[in-house]
């Protein structure tokens, strides 16, 4: 099941249907991650001060659906209400939640089992009001999914971080991987004018995604592909990450700081740069997309290249709008999903190479923009004209400000519910654990 493009596109009974089955596949891939694979310990443990212990993901993914989809959605009594600051990721920040009294992983796991049974039995009793913004079209519950979809990516990162033996296994090879077809241009030229930004008809995006609006950009160049793994080393061998002319200052502070010289989880042995992917050891392949890399290597790289890191307005008119009807598109391709055109939903534990996917370009013919990895762009996180928080301030608003850049596009890790053309992700620029990479742009006019 995909976003919905459009509100009352579906029957509610229908919907519903749908709801349920999507809650249960996302309750699937969260035991996946944590209760079907790892050890107690090993759920309980922290693996870094930037990552949360895998239990009490589990148990806040519970809380969250209690909070939105029992008490405000069905108006049911609160379950468990003194655990609601353990779990308010507001309260605590990643580095004490070891410390507090959190469920074991048998009792997260009843607990999360047991409001799932309740919000299955009231939601026949829902009406989904289209006077009620919370519940209109199933927004609430789209936002429930998402939001643990969003946790499921983020227990794959601390999966990643990990040490000791793997616990999950790399898929078959994808039947739906159709090839590889090397783009003829390394880079396209989109018009200057104006486009569509954001969405007002999708009932389950998110309020920083809204409302659609007119933006006028300039001409421009954007690499048809993201940044690989062989360009990224090309980077490196050249000095890089020793040339302070490359660098934000605060970004050489960082490199300065914490001795950087190459994306996180790789290292050179033998002559040879390898990396580390969920507890294997395995060299860099040089064709796929760079991941775990921050905004200040992006940048630096950008303008090693000659170019710089696009806006976010221009990442989302390459990937969004169409010349010739002069609409934005859900998704590069069009209105409808297909699995087949994106390395989205963990269908593999790694990005592709430059090639795949050749169906999923946009109109401008720009591959890969939803998918392999998150790409980070020039703009600070803010909202748009006409913002309005909804349905509360802590999952868009208080992020606003040069703190936090913006990254577009999802990743491998990224279920297709938690991402659109307009979807909106941010992190501080020095954030690399995340699977992160980039392209890179150019003013038109400009030598590359």
């Not at 596949?25 to 090993?42: E, H, K, M, Q």
């Not at 895998?54 to 969250?64: E, K, T």
């Not at 468990?80 to 410390?99: G, N, Q, V």
Request: charged content about 25%.
């Amino acid at each position: 099941m995909a976003p919905l493009s459009s509100p009352g596109a579906i029957a509610e009974d229908d919907l519903k249907n749908l709801i349920a089955d999507e809650l249960g596949a996302v309750r699937n891939r969260s035991f996946g991650l944590t209760t079907d694979v790892l050890a107690a310990d090993d759920l309980t443990g922290q693996v870094s001060p930037l990552m949360s212990p895998l239990v009490w993901d589990l148990a806040h993914v519970g809380n969250y659906e209690e909070l939105w989809l029992l008490r405000a959605a069905a108006g049911v009594e609160a379950m468990r209400p003194e655990i609601d600051d353990l779990y308010d990721a507001f309260e605590h920040p990643r580095a004490e939640r070891p410390s507090l009294p959190l469920l074991t992983p048998e009792e997260a796991r009843a607990y999360i089992g047991t409001v799932r049974a309740k919000v299955l039995d009231s939601l026949s009793s829902v009406r989904f009001d289209p006077t009620n913004p919370l519940t209109s079209d199933g927004f609430v519950y789209g936002m429930v999914v998402q939001h643990e979809h969003m946790h499921d990516e983020t227990m794959l990162a601390t999966h990643q971080l990990r040490k000791g033996a793997p616990a999950l296994l790399d898929p078959v090879p994808d039947p739906l991987h159709n090839g590889v077809e090397r783009p003829r241009t390394d880079e396209v030229l989109i018009e200057g004018g104006p486009f569509q930004m954001g969405t007002s008809d999708n009932p389950w995006a998110y309020d920083n995604e809204r409302p659609a609006h007119m933006v006028d950009v300039p001409a421009y160049y954007i690499d048809t592909e993201p940044v690989t793994n062989a360009a990224y080393l090309a980077f490196m061998e050249s000095g890089g990450y020793d040339d302070p002319r490359w660098w934000d200052p605060a970004g050489w502070e960082w490199r300065t700081r914490g001795d950087k010289h190459a994306p996180a989880f790789w290292f050179r042995e033998g002559g040879q740069w390898l990396r580390r992917r969920f507890g294997r050891t395995e060299p860099v392949p040089p064709d796929e997309a760079v991941q775990h890399v921050c905004w200040y290597e992006a940048d630096a790289y950008a303008r090693w290249a000659g170019k710089r890191l696009p806006t976010e307005a221009e990442w989302e008119k390459a990937a969004r709008w169409d010349p010739e009807t002069h609409r934005s598109r859900t998704y590069p391709w069009g209105e409808v999903y297909d699995e087949g055109r994106a390395n989205l939903g963990q269908r593999t534990l790694r990005p592709s190479e430059t090639g795949s996917f050749a169906s999923g370009a946009s109109a401008y013919g720009v591959r890969r923009m939803l998918g392999d990895v998150w790409e980070w762009t020039s703009s600070d996180f803010h909202g748009y004209p006409g913002f309005r928080s909804f349905p509360y301030k802590e999952y868009s608003e208080v992020f606003f400000g040069p703190g936090y850049k913006v990254l577009r596009g999802g990743s491998w890790a990224t279920h297709p519910l938690a991402v659109r053309g307009s979807f909106r992700n941010w992190d501080y620029p020095i954030r690399r654990q995340i699977f992160s990479g980039f392209r890179c742009a150019r003013t038109a006019g400009e030598g590359a």
